[in-house]
């Protein structure tokens, strides 16, 4: 257990409302990530923030907008939701194993854009 | 850019068969990690292994096994007397240093055991 709870767990909205996500983590590591979860593609990269206040996209950023400024808490918003955005919502951190990295998830969050 | 293929998208197997994961990757960088994460029906994602690039020594873990081959860009993993609790899909990720440990994820392979 890496201490990652992300709420709400499931959110159902309405096309065109904002919707944020909440990542919050209790052990104090600087590298966190949002991904998306679909058939098919896996999990994709969204967003990840290396520290308070910075950040930087991923492979499917167009849509989403993130914020961290606090080192336990990074925040992600759908600033006017689209249905091709109702997917489940996976937030990670990285832990450091020696010289190596891992990265360990949380529960994830199902939304549904309708 | 980085890329990682899992070919089968599902295996079906009857209980205590052996059942191998392929998972394929590209990548630019000379350093780098490979990960097999599980998710099973409940929808968390575990993480099982991490292999680094500059260590190909293959890894047995109870009735987990892992296949790491530089030369073929592979890393390919065994759940050897299948079980039931097995049942789950399975993702092989990639993360490389000069990426900020970003991971790709591929498509993911479902297992599913029959008892």
């Known amino acids: 257990d890496a201490g990652i709870t992300q709420s709400p767990r499931h959110k159902v909205t309405e096309t065109g409302t904002p919707v944020t996500l909440r990542c919050h983590q209790t052990?104090?590591?600087?590298?966190m990530y949002w991904y998306r979860q679909d058939p098919g593609h896996g999990l994709r990269l969204i967003h990840y923030?290396?520290?308070?206040?910075?950040?930087d996209k991923g492979e499917v950023s167009d849509g989403y907008s993130v914020s961290r400024s606090k080192t336990e808490d990074f925040l992600l918003t759908l600033e006017s939701a689209t249905s091709s955005q109702t997917s489940v919502y996976f937030c990670?951190?990285?832990?450091?194993?020696?010289?190596?990295?891992?990265?360990?998830f949380g529960p994830g969050t199902r939304l549904t854009v309708t | 850019a980085q890329k990682v293929t899992q070919a089968q998208t599902e295996i079906s197997v009857v209980e205590k068969e052996d059942v191998t994961l392929d998972c394929v990757y590209e990548?630019?960088?000379?350093?780098?990690?490979l990960f097999w994460y599980k998710q099973p029906p409940s929808g968390e994602l575990v993480f099982l292994i991490r292999?680094?690039?500059?260590?190909?020594q293959n890894e047995i873990s109870g009735r987990y096994s892992w296949n790491f081959q530089k030369s073929t860009s592979s890393f390919n993993f065994t759940i050897t007397a299948s079980q039931v609790v097995d049942s789950a899909v399975y993702f092989c990720?990639?993360?490389?240093?000069?990426?900020?440990?970003?991971?790709?994820f591929g498509g993911g392979t479902r297992v599913l055991v029959k008892p």
């Open positions: 292999r680094n690039s500059f260590d190909e």
């Open positions: 990720a990639l993360s490389e240093k000069a990426a900020g440990n970003k991971l790709t």
């Open positions: 052990e104090n590591h600087r590298y």
């Open positions: 990548t630019r960088d000379t350093t780098y990690y």
């Open positions: 990670a951190i990285r832990a450091s194993t020696g010289s190596s990295y891992e990265q360990y």
């Open positions: 923030s290396y520290g308070v206040k910075d950040t």
